[in-house]
């Protein structure tokens, strides 16, 4: 395969993934200023959407 439909393959899954996280897990307003803290809370909603795909895969 060439090398620029790998790189788009692996692009639009990022973009996706980006995406859900802004739309559904409440990355795109984040209240809070200290770096730690916009860590943490961006970690969460990794952490729920990594969580939601298990349970999607799991389900037949």
Do not use: S, W
């Not at 961006?42 to 939601?52: H, I, R, V």
């Amino acid at each position: 395969m060439p090398e620029p439909t790998v790189r788009y393959r692996i692009r639009t899954v990022v973009e996706r993934t980006n995406a859900r996280l802004k739309d559904e897990f409440g990355t795109r307003h984040v209240r809070v200023r200290n770096p730690t803290k916009v860590a943490c809370h961006l970690m969460f909603g990794l952490l729920a959407l990594a969580a939601d795909q298990i349970i999607r895969l799991a389900a037949p």
